[in-house]
């Protein structure tokens, strides 16, 4: 979990295997404040019905074209939800998040929130 504003981690989590990003959170049982926007990748779908102020992208029906109204909701979504996308990327930097981790599966938690607590204080120093 990414704040948009200030690119600051707040929340880590991560599953044994491969596991969907939606599937942690739901797992997770994260108490959110109600008022709390957040926006997700299509791959979130029903996320609406967990948390009120959500959205996703549109996604085009079958055998049709979304309208250009549903295209520009979609842009303006990615346009915010990029800023996520790169603090992913930064992360990913570190090898042990982009690849098989092949360490002691105890220690991932604390080396995942270990990264995220370097990238949060480099982007305190800046």
């Known amino acids: 979990m990414i704040d948009g504003r200030t690119r600051l981690v707040i929340c880590t989590a991560h ?3 491969p596991t969907h990003d939606f599937a942690l959170y739901k797992h997770s049982k994260l108490a959110l404040n109600p008022d709390l926007e957040l926006i997700a990748d299509s791959g979130y779908q029903g ?3 967990l948390h009120g102020k959500s959205q996703t992208p549109t996604k085009k ?5 979304l309208t250009k109204a549903a295209k520009q909701v979609n842009r303006a979504l990615s346009r915010r939800r990029i800023v996520v996308e790169n603090v992913i990327r930064s992360l990913k930097i570190f090898r042990i998040l982009a690849e098989r981790y092949r360490n002691r599966r105890k220690r991932f938690s604390l080396r995942f929130n270990l990264i995220a607590g370097f990238y949060n204080y480099e ?3 800046k």
């Open 15 to 17: 599953g044994r295997g």
């Open 47 to 49: 996320l609406s019905k």
């Open 61 to 65: 029906p079958s055998n049709g074209q």
């Open 123 to 125: 982007l305190n120093i």
